[in-house]
């Protein structure tokens, strides 16, 4: 009895099987997917004038389309300081790239029925009752008065960054990024030994930015979100991505903190000084937090780490509609709720909008060129990566990178007009 009631809670929380069945990524050559290998080699031609010119030390780049992999290749050095090259596999902190993984964890909760997307968040979390939108600042002790806002935090708030919720230290308001400090709240990953349940229940007390819903201001909610996670499926954020995520999907270099066998792998952040690349130092995050420390914090909204690979794979479950490997993660119709436009007030003459996990581009965006085709859907990270994804077309390219303050680096919107250039068919 006992084994069979394991038996049926592992199953509870497994991903399902699928009748569909679309093959894990596979490395092919470019004419067998469409695609001009003259054309692609154009990538080769940016990225090693890139680093000649001193705008980025090295990087990852990686194309595919219709499952296949056309495109892998690494340039430069990982750690310019060591004359390390960079290599295909190595790892890189991927910050907001985890955001979009956050979402899916989301969504797969909401799709076993556990709650509503337009749930208060205090339902779940109550330090989020009765939330307060900032008012007035006081410059010597950076305390703050607020008034009552005019609704709760949704669950699609906090996935839409429409909650009101700031971003402290990065913020483009130097009164919240002194409120956050002054609060001690995480933004990114840490060393020190803290908590989500901890960062998410000082973060409830903090004013928004405005009342929730009326404006989209990029900030913390997915880190509300990856302790909602926890609170509702009852496990650690980590195990919970891990088992419902990159495990089925075969995503074996994806973590918040590296084992000590990969750790070699992690690409240093390196800042421009003097004509050469040197290591990041520590300000108000510590860049070796994948590696060492407390590793006690999973940042839902910039936390992981990953490989080029990794992140293709994950890309590729959404471009197959939530299936990868007979494997089901999402349902289809959840894929295209998750594209959808949940606030088009908001985005009214703009080239995209933000869905429930990505940034699309719309038929203006794709009119306009070089954002890839209606759709299409992409983001980055903190520490200059880069990925998107052409549903379309059925293209995904991903670009990595780990620098600070790389003013002159153009690769990033180069790279997504070379990738779609290259399709030939």
């Excluded at 031609?45 to 705008?55: R, V, Y």
């Excluded at 990686?62 to 960079?86: C, E």
């Excluded at 471009?319 to 007030?345: A, Y």
């Amino acid at each position: 009895m006992t084994f069979l009631l394991i038996v049926v809670s592992v199953a509870a929380v497994a991903q399902t099987k699928s009748v569909h069945y679309s093959r894990p990524l596979t490395t092919d050559i470019p004419e067998n997917a469409g695609m001009s290998s003259e054309r692609l080699s154009r990538i080769d031609s940016i990225c090693q004038k890139a680093i000649k010119n001193g705008d980025v030390p090295g990087m990852v780049a990686l194309v595919a389309r219709n499952g296949k992999i056309v495109y892998h290749k690494a340039f430069g050095l990982s750690d310019y300081p060591a004359n390390k090259p960079m290599q295909k596999d190595d790892i890189f902190r991927i910050a907001s790239q985890t955001k979009a993984i956050t979402a899916t964890a989301v969504m797969i909760l909401w799709e076993e029925g556990r709650f509503r997307l337009d749930d208060p968040v205090s339902k779940y979390i109550p330090e989020f009752k009765n939330p307060q939108v900032f008012s007035t600042f006081n410059e010597s002790n950076s305390t703050w008065t607020g008034t009552p806002a005019n609704k709760e935090i949704t669950i699609r708030h906090l996935l839409t960054h429409t909650s009101g919720i700031g971003y402290g230290a990065i913020d483009g308001d130097k009164s919240f990024q002194k409120i956050y400090r002054k609060a001690g709240i995480s933004d990114l990953g840490t060393t020190e030994k803290i908590t989500v349940k901890d960062n998410i229940r000082k973060l409830a007390k903090m004013p928004l930015h405005h009342n929730p819903g009326e404006k989209y201001t990029y900030g913390e909610g997915l880190d509300v979100l990856g302790y909602f996670v926890e609170v509702i499926s009852g496990m650690p954020f980590d195990q919970f991505l891990k088992t419902r995520i990159f495990e089925p999907l075969g995503m074996n270099d994806t973590y918040f903190y590296l084992p000590d066998n990969k750790a070699s792998r992690l690409v240093p952040i390196q800042i421009p000084a003097n004509g050469k690349w040197v290591h990041y130092p520590v300000t108000f995050l510590d860049p070796d937090y994948p590696v060492k420390g407390a590793k006690s914090y999973f940042s839902g909204g910039a936390g992981l780490c990953s490989t080029a690979m990794d992140y293709a794979t994950f890309l590729q479950m959404y471009l197959n509609g939530g299936e990868l490997n007979h494997i089901r993660i999402l349902s289809r119709t959840t894929v295209q709720m998750i594209m959808k436009n949940q606030f088009p007030e908001l985005w009214v003459e703009k080239p995209e909008y933000y869905g429930l996990a990505f940034s699309v581009i719309n038929e203006k965006g794709g009119n306009l060129g070089g954002m890839g085709s209606v759709n299409s859907f992409y983001w980055g990270g903190y520490f200059n990566t880069s990925y998107f994804a052409d549903p379309n077309e059925k293209i995904i390219g991903i670009l990595m990178k780990q620098t600070m303050d790389a003013k002159s680096d153009n690769t990033g919107w180069q790279y997504k007009i070379l990738v779609e250039s290259a399709i030939d068919d």
